[in-house]
């Protein structure tokens, strides 16, 4: 189940991407010879208003055919892509990471309006020796308020203890068997780095989430606007992490997932539901959106980045060097794809394995 829903969100991710490109291309009257979803060998395909629509082996990634997008085959006609403008070409490129982010934003209103995955403010266990438990607070305890603030989901509870602008003691109440019951606890205070490696001191008083999941549910209008809401926050996340990345302060390794950590994501979204399906496509959706446009050649962003340097030198790069930079940017992708890749391997513990069930076989 978990391998076929992992198919079908990575061919919807895909195929939004590529008809970005394609309908942008249709409306600037550019022909479009082929749409492939995936790569390799053909599995099959058929052909509608002279355009070849093509479903090949490899399902991670596809590319839409332009006529005349190469210099090699550009016959200088109305309906070729280069005998465009830059700005009518760029149009082409973005299109298909705006796609992207237009899904982003349409799943999360869904997920908005059917429900909204959060885990609910139960307490699944404690850590021995640690504040809550000394206090008497006991597992199955449901959390209703803290410091006088309204508690619906675990993240409130993470906002009002970890991160708290009150000082201790905090004032703990909690629903046990119908009854209400405050507890006033002193934290203890350690210094933890945050995703960004920054370092900041937190309160924590030992207490585990249950791990249930209830479900937040709007209107349609309100929908709307929590999904707008959360998808610039996510942009700016993403950014943020982009930009850490690079300049070293968070883990490369720790950061970025493949295939592989696709995969397991959509594992444990398939074990809550198909919200949570729906969520993890639409921040999957904002995550390659905005990979792409990074300007690295062979990519959305590195194709935008070659049409913005013709637009400034009124005239394009000759064909010798940009090849010679798309070679090195395709080199940069394949380096990072295998390293990745073995890195997911690692991660989520496949190497380990694979390790163990060879020392079964040939006993060493």
Request: hydrophobic share 50%; glycine share 8%.
């Amino acid at each position: 189940m978990t391998l076929i829903v992992f198919l079908v969100v990575i061919n919807i991710l895909i195929f939004v991407h590529e008809f970005g490109h394609f309908i942008a291309a249709r409306r600037l009257g550019i022909k479009v010879e082929k749409f492939s979803l995936g790569f390799g060998k053909k599995l099959f395909g058929f052909k509608y208003k002279d355009i070849d629509f093509y479903f090949c082996l490899i399902p991670f990634g596809g590319y839409v055919k332009l006529a005349g997008d190469t210099r090699e085959e550009f016959k200088n006609q109305s309906w070729e892509y280069l005998s465009k403008n830059p700005k009518d070409r760029a149009k082409v490129i973005f299109a298909g990471p705006l796609f992207n982010y237009i899904l982003a934003f349409l799943f999360l209103w869904l997920v908005f309006c059917v429900g909204y995955p959060r885990m609910s403010p139960v307490v699944g266990d404690l850590v021995k020796d640690m504040p809550a438990k000394k206090a008497g607070i006991m597992k199955g305890d449901l959390i209703s308020e803290i410091n006088g603030v309204k508690i619906k989901y675990w993240p409130d509870v993470l906002e009002n203890i970890r991160n708290a602008k009150s000082q201790p003691p905090f004032r703990i109440t909690v629903e046990r068997n119908k009854e209400l019951l405050t507890f006033e606890i002193n934290p203890i205070i350690k210094t933890q780095k945050d995703y960004f490696g920054k370092e900041h001191k937190i309160n924590l008083i030992g207490i585990i989430p249950q791990g249930e999941i209830v479900y937040e549910k709007y209107n349609f209008f309100v929908a709307f606007e929590k999904s707008l809401f959360h998808l610039l926050e996510m942009t700016w996340v993403t950014l943020k992490s982009i930009f850490y990345l690079l300049i070293g302060y968070i883990s490369f390794k720790e950061a970025v997932v493949g295939p592989v950590g696709i995969y397991e994501m959509t594992n444990a979204a398939v074990h809550y539901g198909v919200n949570a399906i729906l969520h993890m496509i639409a921040m999957l959706s904002l995550a390659l959106a905005i990979f792409n446009v990074l300007p690295i050649p062979v990519l959305d962003g590195g194709h935008l980045m070659f049409l913005a340097i013709e637009s400034i030198r009124r005239r394009p790069l000759s064909a010798k060097t940009e090849q010679k930079i798309a070679d090195i940017g395709f080199g940069f992708i394949i380096i990072l794809a295998v390293f990745i890749f073995f890195n997911d391997l690692i991660k989520f513990g496949y190497l380990e394995k694979l390790n163990t069930v060879l020392k079964k076989v040939y006993n060493f």
